[in-house]
């Protein structure tokens, strides 16, 4: 019987007041809990293994040059908690991520209400995202900012001085869904009746492993529902 199953179980019983177990967290309790939950990140690993706390600390503390310690804590499954004591090292490692470990991607987020690890939400993820092949005419912050938006949340373009975006390709930071599959290509579609659609390649820079069978983020092909014991080379996703 899993916990769920439990508490099901629990609750369907009628019991009385005395017997019932039932805690009333006030307002005026909540204070100490807020203080908590501000320095907290949450974090889930995206590994189809089980993960080592002390082997996270060790690549953690190696990887993140925080300027106080992070404690680390085991929440559930490839659950960890991330208390910091520092809010400058907080906004520093949420906003410098992506984070891997073991070629696998660490979701952060801040703690949602009172901090209810079953409410969190590991589906968003901030990726630097180039987008190759852009026309002239596309390579303004209004047009990269549209173009962003069919990936996902644009929350940052890369221009230059003049607030253009010129160059080999567009450059920004965008919220995705990652129990999507990733996209690819952006077709970029003409009003004109002869002009062809433009296809522009999509590149996600500092990606962890991801599935080269469904696109999507947290397992790998062979392990994937949808692979049939095609080659890395006919896969969808493939490199």
């Not at 993960?51 to 085991?74: D, F």
């Not at 987020?109 to 092949?133: A, L």
């Not at 002239?136 to 221009?159: F, H, N, P, Y």
């Amino acid at each position: 019987m899993d916990a769920e199953d439990l508490i099901k179980r629990c609750r369907a019983i009628k019991l009385s007041d005395e017997e019932e177990g039932r805690f009333y967290f006030k307002r005026s309790t909540k204070a100490k809990g807020e203080k908590i939950v501000a320095g907290c990140l949450i974090g889930k690993v995206l590994h189809t293994r089980e993960v080592s706390i002390e082997g996270l600390k060790l690549a953690m503390s190696r990887v993140w040059k925080t300027s106080r310690e992070v404690k680390i804590e085991k929440l559930g499954d490839n659950v960890f908690m991330f208390k910091f004591g520092s809010e400058v090292d907080k906004r520093s490692i949420l906003v410098g991520g992506p984070w891997h470990f073991d070629r696998a991607l660490i979701v952060l987020v801040e703690p949602v209400g009172i901090g209810d690890i079953k409410k969190q939400s590991f589906s968003q993820v901030s990726f630097w995202v180039q987008i190759h092949d852009v026309p002239i005419m596309c390579m303004s912050k209004v047009m990269a900012t549209q173009l962003g938006a069919v990936i996902g949340k644009v929350e940052e373009a890369d221009t230059d001085d003049a607030g253009e975006c010129l160059g080999p390709f567009l450059r920004l930071r965008i919220s995705v869904d990652i129990s999507k599959p990733l996209k690819k290509i952006i077709e970029l579609e003409q009003d004109e009746e002869d002009a062809e659609d433009i296809p522009m390649r999509v590149m996600y820079e500092r990606l962890p492993d991801f599935c080269f069978c469904c696109g999507r983020i947290g397992h790998q092909y062979r392990e994937c529902a949808y692979y049939i014991s095609q080659s890395k080379d006919e896969l969808t996703y493939g490199p």
